[in-house]
């Protein structure tokens, strides 16, 4: 290679890494002028909505039998309205799975969980964000043991080993 074209290599190369880094910079940039336009900086995220330590007590959910038998699992995000008084007004649920079948397993579970909980006072007429993540793990059992763990903010975990297909027709 001449001396010519090692020195376009050259400055190709630092073009690229310069427009490389703009691309990364670029969107912090624009995010503290406010956008393209550089006016006024957009306004705070609103905080995060209350989650586990609005209960006085959360009631665990089952992991349904269906969903064993099947062997369907999936996150369902919960968002619960309490009334002024503290009981649950109104529940919204968002099922994330690759199952097609898990809303219709794992939300009934969930809404009777969250109905037989204790809200504490201090959360009277606020929205309430609570994830359910139903986990399958390890391999096939006649008797799966299901285990309930929560993880602060608002996150609880459901594991349960999946139930083998000879203990699902057995039980019928």
Known sequence: MNKLSTVKVRQNRFLLAAMAAALVVAPEAMAQRGGRGGGPPAPPPPPPLPGLECFDHLEMPDFPA????????????????ASPTGTVDKIDTQVVSAWSQAPQMLTPAVEKAVRASKIKSDCDG??????????LEGQPTANPKVTTQTEKPNIVDIDSEPEAAAAASAKK
Not at 66 to 81: I, M, N, R, Y
């Open 66 to 81: 269906s969903a064993l038998k099947a062997h369907v699992d999936g996150t369902v995000w919960t968002w619960v309205q």
């Open 126 to 135: 606020k929205k309430i964000a609570i994830v359910f993540r139903y986990q």
